[in-house]
């Protein structure tokens, strides 16, 4: 059996991985044989598989961010390309890829957006969702010009931002990428947690004094 579907073939997800890069269809073959040098031997228990395009004036950009979660390791796989001649007959791709051990991760953030709330249902979909995975302690800061609620303020308020630790965040939309997209970020957010969880140290608990001071309360007590 292929390494490649063997690896994709476990996931709980609405297809494999080799699948999602064929539905992808941004050099599938390339992208696969560099995930599985990445996974190296490692089974794949979920992934994530997410293509992005940009549009620049009159060219069009496309880059590809593959996550496939092991027992171990979130290996992270990301492939872009550029054109480097007018005709577009050459063109190279740029490969980069991560290992992070699962134990390293620090925070698993899902952000959801709904439509009409007020109207909220069990069975409604999930409009968009963003996927923010933290490791390397590496924090965004996020800063706006500060605004009072007087709209015909013209003060200074100074600046306002949002800090957030994060080392990749992928947005998915149902509308762009579809409700399978969705649901399958989901699945990854899930699994890529509970492996986190079992990978992190146990703790020991905290020692709040609570014993010797009622040891002490109870001998005096008897006395």
Same mark, same amino acid.
């Given at each position: 059996m292929n390494a490649f579907r063997a690896a994709g073939?476990?996931?709980?997800?609405?297809?494999?991985?080799?699948?999602?890069?064929?539905?992808?269809?941004?050099?599938?073959?390339?992208?696969?044989d560099v995930v599985i040098d990445a996974l190296d031997g490692r089974e794949c228990l979920s992934h994530l598989a997410h293509l992005e395009t940009h549009f620049d004036r009159t060219e069009v950009h496309r880059h590809i961010t593959v996550l496939a979660l092991t027992e171990d390791m979130l290996v992270i796989v990301h492939v872009d390309d550029q054109?480097?001649?007018d005709a577009g007959e050459q063109v190279v791709a740029q490969v980069s890829t991560e290992s992070v051990p699962v134990s390293q991760i620090r925070s698993v953030v899902l952000s959801y957006l709904y439509n009409q709330p007020q109207d909220y249902r069990p069975s409604d979909p999930i409009r968009e969702l963003t996927l923010s995975i933290g490791w390397s302690g590496g924090q965004r800061i996020d800063i706006? +010009?500060?605004?009072?609620?007087?709209?015909?303020?013209?003060?200074?308020? $100074?600046?306002?931002?949002?800090?957030a630790q994060e080392d990749i965040a992928l947005r998915i939309s149902a509308?762009?990428?579809?409700?399978?997209?969705?649901?399958?970020?989901?699945?990854?957010?899930?699994?890529?947690?509970?492996?986190?969880?079992r990978a992190? +140290?146990?703790?020991?608990?905290?020692?709040?004094?609570?014993?010797?001071? $009622?040891?002490?309360?109870g001998r005096n007590h008897h006395r």
């Amino acid at each position: 059996m292929n390494a490649f579907r063997a690896a994709g073939s476990h996931s709980a997800q609405g297809q494999t991985l080799d699948q999602a890069l064929q539905r992808a269809g941004f050099y599938p073959r390339l992208v696969g044989d560099v995930v599985i040098d990445a996974l190296d031997g490692r089974e794949c228990l979920s992934h994530l598989a997410h293509l992005e395009t940009h549009f620049d004036r009159t060219e069009v950009h496309r880059h590809i961010t593959v996550l496939a979660l092991t027992e171990d390791m979130l290996v992270i796989v990301h492939v872009d390309d550029q054109q480097m001649d007018d005709a577009g007959e050459q063109v190279v791709a740029q490969v980069s890829t991560e290992s992070v051990p699962v134990s390293q991760i620090r925070s698993v953030v899902l952000s959801y957006l709904y439509n009409q709330p007020q109207d909220y249902r069990p069975s409604d979909p999930i409009r968009e969702l963003t996927l923010s995975i933290g490791w390397s302690g590496g924090q965004r800061i996020d800063i706006a +010009p500060a605004a009072c609620g007087d709209p015909q303020c013209e003060a200074d308020h $100074g600046y306002t931002g949002n800090l957030a630790q994060e080392d990749i965040a992928l947005r998915i939309s149902a509308e762009a990428d579809g409700l399978q997209a969705v649901q399958d970020a989901k699945v990854f957010a899930r699994a890529l947690r509970a492996v986190n969880t079992r990978a992190l +140290p146990e703790q020991p608990a905290p020692r709040t004094g609570l014993s010797t001071l $009622g040891t002490r309360l109870g001998r005096n007590h008897h006395r």
